[in-house]
């Protein structure tokens, strides 16, 4: 079966960084848009960043110029880099694979069939 392992998470001060890790197995990875969501405690899930197989890239505002998502398919992997990062950014990550292949970066999360178990990211001074 697919799964999806995220990996990466941990407690940082203001101002740093942290890199996320999603590995997939289960699949045959080409062709396949890769997402970051996050839900921080109490609130929505939303969008961070997604990648499609080509490169083309899509980010949330709120996140646009710190975080940079990207992909090794030949290790059928998926990274966020987050730079810069602030207390808002507090929050457990998730990564996704969107249904169907070939598709665009797409920033809604009924368009991803399956998810991972996440991780958490802790932004504290």
């Known amino acids: 079966q697919v799964q999806l392992v995220e990996s990466g998470g941990g407690l940082v001060q203001p101002g740093d960084s942290l890199r996320l890790s999603c590995a997939a197995s289960?699949?045959?990875?080409?062709?396949?848009?890769m997402g970051w969501f996050r839900q921080a405690s109490g609130k929505e899930r939303e969008f961070v960043a997604a990648i499609s197989w080509g490169g083309g890239t899509l980010y949330a505002d709120s996140v646009k110029g710190r975080f940079t998502i990207s992909r090794d398919n030949a290790k059928n992997t998926v990274y966020l880099q987050m730079n810069s990062l602030k207390p808002e950014d507090t929050a457990v990550y998730y990564c996704?694979?969107?249904?169907?292949?070939?598709?665009?970066?797409?920033?809604?999360?009924?368009?991803?069939?399956?998810w991972g178990q996440g991780t958490q990211a802790t932004v504290s001074s």
């Open positions: 289960g699949l045959t990875f080409s062709g396949y848009v």
């Open positions: 996704a694979l969107r249904r169907g292949r070939w598709g665009t970066a797409t920033k809604y999360g009924g368009d991803y069939a399956y």
